[in-house]
């Protein structure tokens, strides 16, 4: 099973950027789709981005033009741009391989890392 670590989280303003990373263990990574995913306090978790084996992005419409997903198969990570933040970005973002299922994106492994705490203030 892939170990995911993620990384990059803080305290922005809003119309602040940050930058996440994910990093993957294991031999298959530049084989799987990946994706990101957030919580926010008392919401359910939805799908943030995804991006497949062959580098297609794909985004959620509320952080569409906004959010930039890319990897490296070099380094086994993931990374999601995060540019004009809203205060309704605030989460814990999450990582994970994922499956398309339509329109969106899904973590079949059901399982999750810790997580990355973004805030984002007014």
């Known amino acids: 099973q892939v170990q995911l670590v993620e990384s990059g989280g803080g305290l922005v303003q809003a119309g602040g950027s940050l930058r996440l990373s994910c990093a993957a263990s294991?031999?298959?990574?530049?084989?799987?789709?990946m994706g990101w995913f957030r919580q926010a306090p008392g919401k359910q978790r939805e799908w943030v981005a995804a991006?497949?084996?062959?580098?297609?992005?794909n985004y959620a419409d509320s952080v569409a033009g906004r959010f930039t997903i890319s990897r490296d198969n070099a380094k086994n990570t993931v990374y999601l741009q995060m540019n004009s933040l809203k205060p309704e970005d605030t989460a814990v973002y999450y990582c994970?391989?994922?499956?398309?299922?339509?329109?969106?994106?899904?973590?079949?492994?059901?399982?999750w890392g810790q997580g990355t705490q973004v805030t984002v203030s007014s």
């Open positions: 994970a391989a994922v499956r398309r299922f339509g329109s969106t994106w899904y973590n079949p492994s059901g399982s």
């Open positions: 294991g031999s298959i990574f530049s084989f799987m789709h």
């Open positions: 991006i497949t084996g062959g580098s297609s992005p």
